[in-house]
C-alpha cells in the first residue's frame, strides 16, 4: 500500500515540474541562440533517460499499481481478490469519503487565500535592500528548518488545553480544545500550515521581487506614481510567473498534505479534519482496506493532475514570455 | 534571467514537494530505531527472529532475548524494536507477503483470526504444553482460535480499570470510589460543585480510551455473552438494547459534563490524561492497568504518598453483568510464523517454553509495574508496587470472563468503524441509533 502514497505523493508534484521547460536555462542564457532555431546544438535528449526512469519506477508504475488495487478486495493478507467497481460505488456513496473531499478543498482554498497576500506583502517587504529587512527574514525562515513532524509535536503540546500555553501565561482565554472542537481543530490546523508554508512562498516572492528592474520604479516616480500604485501596477504584474508557480505549488501541495494533521488531530475529532490524504492513510493502514484506500488515492491524483493542468491553461503558460519586454 | 532563476526554483521545489510528500507518507511506517541482540533482524538459519514493540514490557524482552543468545550461541534470537503504530503497520503486510519474522508480536483476537485464515501462523498446542500450564487460564484462552492454540501470552496481563485520585476525591466529600452507576454520575455532580472542571479524565483523541467505557457500560448491564455473539459474526447484536443503552448513558455522562469539555484533544500515548489525576485536575480515569507504571515514572510521589486509588468499574443497578468481568488486554502474545524454515520454528518454540518468565523476566515485569500472566507470579511481588499489583493480579485471575477489547478483537476494518463513530457519539454528533447502524454495516 505505499505504493499509493507514493503514487499519489511523487506524481502529483509533476505538473508543477513539467511546466518548467527543460531547455529553459539553456534559452535563457543563450538569447540569441533562436527561440525556435531548428537544428540548433542542444544537450542530447538522452540525458532526461535516467529521470524518465527514477520517474516511471516510483511514480508510474506505483500509480498503476494503486489504479488496479482500487478494483480489488484485499486486507494485506492472502491475495487480493478482483470485485470490479464495487470499492469505487463503496467509497463515493460514503459520507466520509464525500467529507474528506470537501475538508480537502476547503483547505486548498484557505490555504490559498491566507498565504497568499502574506506571502507576497512579505516576499515584497523582505526585497528591500536596508539591513533590518535581511535580519527580520531570517526570522521568518526559521519554520523552513523544522521538519512537519516535530512542528507538529510542538504546536499539538502548545495548543494543549490542559497544560498548553494559557497555563504557561495565565491566559484563559488560550485555554480551549484547540484541536478538539469540531468547529476549531481545522482553523487550528490552517494557521499552522499557514505559519509553516508562508516563510517558502515568500521566499519565492522576495526572489521574484528583487529581479524587478529598478527602472520601471524610477520611471513610475517621475511620473507620479505613489507607494500603493507602485505595487499594484508594477510589482504585482512583474510577480505575475511567481504567483503562478506558488499558487501551484500551495494547491498541489494542500492537497497531498498529510503529516502535520496526522500528528495533530488524527483526523478527528469525529472526522472533522479528516482530509483525503488521512482517509486514505486510514483506511490503507487502520483499516486495512488497501481496494478503498486506493480508491481515494486514485482521486487525490487525479484532482492533483486537472487542478495543475487547470491552472496552467488558464494562466497561459504556454506564451509565458516576459513580462519586462519593452520596459 | 528571471526565467532561469523560476526554473531553477521551480524544479528544486518541485523535486523537495515530491520528497516531502513521500517522506510524509512513509514516515510513519519506517522501522523506528532497529536495535538488536544480532542485528539486522534477520533470523539466523538454527536461530529465530523477533519483532519487539517497545515501552513498558521491552527491557524485560530485550534482557530476556540477549540471555538466550548468550546461553544459546548455536540459536541465537535477533531482535528488533518498533512503536505501537509503526509495528502494527508494518507486520501486516509483513506477514502477508512471507517476510515475517519467527516469533510475530500481537494482541490475538481478530488479527490472530486473519493469520489462522491465511495459514500464516503455526499451530502451537501441543509444542508449548509446558509453557500454557503456567499461564492464568482467562488469559491462555485468548490465544486460542477454534479451541487450538496460535499465540502464547508473553509479557502482562492489562486489565481496565478506575483510578482515582483520593485527594480530589475527599475534597469534594467522596469517601471512595463510584460503586454504581448512579453514584458515579452523583460524584460527578458533587465534583463539579467542588470545582473540578474535568471530574474525569479522557484521553478523546487516542479514540480507545472512549471504547473502555461503552465496553463495561454494555458489559454491565447485558452481561459477557452480548459482545461474544457480535464477535463470532452476529451482527445483529448490534441492536440489543443494552447497546442502545451504553451510548445513551455516554451522552448522558458528556451531558452532565463528567469529562469536562477538554478532552477532545487529550491523546494517551502522551500521558496527558494521567498528567489530570497526578496533578489533582480530575478526580477519575478508566484506564489500563499498564498505566500504573506512567504513574510510577511520572508522579512517584504521587503514588508513594498513597494519593492513587483504583477500583473495578461500576455496576448498573438492574444490570445482568457479572460484577468480576473484566475488559482490556489479556497479554501480548508471540505466535510462530509459518513462513520460517523449521529449524528457526524449532528454536523460536524452544525459547517459548524455556526462556520466558523465569526468576529475572518476572522480576523484570514486576519492577516496572506489571502483572505478568503466570500463576506464580504473586510471589514476586514487594514493595511499593505490591498492593496495586496484587490487586491487578487477583482481579485478572478471579474474573469470569477476561474480554479481549473489541478493536483487537474485531477485524481491523470494524474496529476503525466502532473507534470513528464512538468519537462521534461524544461529541454528540450522531445519535445512539446512527452508531448501531454505521457499525452494523461494516464486516
Known amino acids: 500500500m505505499s505504493t499509493s502514497t507514493h503514487g499519489a505523493g511523487a506524481s502529483a508534484p509533476a505538473p508543477a515540474a513539467e511546466r518548467v521547460d527543460p531547455t529553459a536555462s539553456w534559452r535563457g542564457s543563450r538569447p540569441r541562440g533562436g527561440r525556435n532555431g531548428v537544428g540548433t546544438p542542444g544537450p542530447s535528449v538522452w540525458l532526461a533517460v535516467p529521470a524518465l526512469l527514477f520517474f516511471a519506477f516510483f511514480a508510474i508504475i506505483p500509480l498503476l499499481g494503486v489504479v488496479v488495487l482500487s478494483f480489488m478486495q484485499w486486507d494485506g493478507l492472502g491475495t487480493p481478490v478482483f470485485i470490479g467497481a464495487d470499492n469505487w460505488i463503496r467509497v463515493l456513496a460514503d459520507p466520509v469519503a464525500q467529507n474528506g473531499l470537501k475538508l480537502t478543498l476547503l483547505l486548498t482554498v484557505a490555504t490559498l487565500a491566507i498565504q497568499m497576500p502574506i506571502s507576497i506583502l512579505l516576499g515584497v517587504f523582505m526585497a528591500g535592500t536596508q539591513k533590518y529587512r535581511a535580519f527580520l527574514s531570517v526570522l521568518y525562515f526559521l519554520p523552513l528548518l523544522f521538519s512537519a513532524a516535530a512542528v507538529g509535536i510542538a504546536f499539538k503540546a502548545l495548543m494543549d488545553p490542559n497544560f498548553g500555553l494559557g497555563r504557561a501565561f495565565g491566559l484563559d482565554w488560550l485555554n480551549k480544545d484547540w484541536l478538539g472542537r469540531p468547529g476549531l481543530a481545522m482553523p487550528a490546523l490552517l494557521f499552522v500550515i499557514c505559519w509553516c508554508f508562508i516563510p517558502f512562498h515568500s521566499l519565492l516572492y522576495q526572489g521574484a521581487a528583487r529581479q524587478i528592474p529598478v527602472t520601471l520604479y524610477e520611471a513610475a516616480k517621475i511620473d507620479g506614481a505613489g507607494r500603493i500604485s507602485t505595487f499594484f501596477h508594477i510589482t504585482l504584474p512583474q510577480l505575475r510567473n511567481t504567483i503562478i508557480t506558488s499558487s501551484t505549488l500551495q494547491i498541489v501541495g494542500t492537497l497531498t498534505s498529510f503529516d502535520l494533521i496526522f500528528i495533530m488531530t488524527g483526523g478527528g475529532p469525529g472526522d472533522a479534519t479528516r482530509v483525503m490524504p488521512l482517509d486514505m492513510y486510514l483506511r490503507g493502514f487502520r483499516a486495512y482496506d488497501m481496494g478503498a484506500a486506493s480508491v481515494v488515492g486514485v482521486v487525490i491524483a487525479v484532482l492533483g493532475l486537472l487542478i495543475s493542468f487547470l491552472l496552467n491553461t488558464l494562466s497561459g503558460n504556454t506564451k509565458m514570455d516576459s513580462q519586462m519586454e519593452g520596459a | ?443
Not at chain 2, 44 to 58: E, K, M, P, R
Not at chain 2, 69 to 94: G, L, V
Not at chain 2, 201 to 216: D, K, R, V
Not at chain 2, 254 to 265: E, N, P, Q, T
Request: aromatic share 8%; charged share 15%.
Open chain 2, 1 to 443: 534571467m528571471m526565467r532561469t532563476r523560476m526554473a531553477v526554483v521551480g524544479a528544486v521545489t518541485a523535486t523537495t514537494l515530491a520528497l516531502a510528500a513521500c517522506g510524509g507518507g512513509a514516515q510513519p511506517s519506517g522501522p523506528a530505531g532497529a536495535t538488536g541482540g544480532g542485528g539486522g533482524g534477520q533470523a539466523g538459519a538454527n536461530g529465530f527472529s523477533a519483532w519487539v514493540l517497545t515501552g513498558a514490557t521491552q527491557t524485560t524482552m530485550k534482557n530476556s532475548l540477549e540471555q538466550w543468545t548468550q546461553a544459546h550461541a548455536d540459536a541465537p534470537a535477533t531482535a528488533e524494536y518498533f512503536a505501537n503504530d509503526s509495528y502494527k503497520e508494518k507486520i501486516r503486510t509483513a506477514v502477508g507477503s512471507g517476510n515475517a519474522p519467527t516469533l510475530i508480536w500481537s494482541w490475538a483476537g481478530g488479527t490472530l483470526k486473519d493469520y489462522v485464515k491465511n495459514k500464516n501462523v503455526v499451530d502451537l498446542t501441543a509444542s508449548t504444553k509446558t509453557l500454557q500450564d503456567r499461564i492464568v487460564p482467562s488469559v491462555m484462552e485468548t490465544g486460542k482460535v477454534d479451541g487450538k492454540v496460535y499465540a502464547v501470552p508473553n509479557n502482562n496481563a492489562q486489565p481496565v480499570l478506575m483510578y482515582t485520585n483520593k485527594e480530589v476525591l475527599s475534597k469534594a466529600g467522596i469517601n471512595a470510589a463510584p460503586k454504581t452507576y448512579a453514584e458515579l454520575l452523583d460524584q460527578v455532580q458533587k465534583l463539579k460543585s467542588a470545582g473540578v472542571d474535568t471530574p474525569i479524565a479522557l484521553a478523546g483523541q487516542s479514540l480507545w480510551p472512549e471504547l473502555m467505557w461503552i465496553e463495561y457500560l454494555v458489559d454491565r448491564q447485558a452481561g459477557d455473552q452480548l459482545f461474544k455473539k457480535i464477535a463470532n459474526g452476529d451482527p445483529s447484536a448490534w441492536d440489543d438494547p443494552a447497546m442502545i443503552d451504553g451510548l445513551t448513558k455516554i451522552q448522558e455522562l458528556v451531558k452532565a459534563g463528567a469529562f469536562g469539555d477538554k478532552y477532545g484533544s487529550v491523546t494517551a500515548d502522551s500521558g496527558a490524561d494521567a498528567a489530570l489525576i497526578h496533578t489533582g485536575r480530575s478526580a477519575m480515569m478508566l484506564q489500563g492497568a499498564w498505566v500504573y507504571g506512567t504513574f510510577l515514572t511520572d508522579a512517584p510521589d504521587f503514588v508513594k504518598a498513597g494519593k492513587l486509588g483504583w477500583a473495578p468499574f461500576p455496576t448498573i443497578d438492574g444490570g445482568k453483568g457479572d460484577p468480576s468481568n473484566v475488559y482490556g488486554n489479556p497479554s501480548n502474545f508471540w505466535s510462530v510464523s509459518a513462513s520460517a524454515t523449521p529449524a528457526q520454528q524449532q528454536a523460536a518454540i524452544k525459547y517459548l517454553n524455556e526462556g520466558m518468565f523465569n526468576d529475572n523476566y518476572l522480576n523484570d515485569l514486576v519492577a516496572g509495574g506489571m502483572v505478568p500472566v503466570t500463576s506464580d507470579a504473586q510471589s514476586k511481588f514487594t514493595g511499593e508496587q505490591k498492593e496495586f499489583l496484587t490487586y491487578a493480579f487477583d482481579m485478572t485471575k478471579n474474573a469470569k470472563n477476561f474480554q479481549l477489547s473489541w478493536d483487537q478483537a474485531l477485524s481491523p476494518a470494524q474496529s476503525q468503524a466502532i473507534l470513528q463513530n464512538l468519537g462521534q457519539i461524544f461529541l454528540n454528533q450522531i445519535t445512539p441509533q446512527q452508531f448501531v447502524s454505521a457499525v452494523k454495516a461494516v464486516k
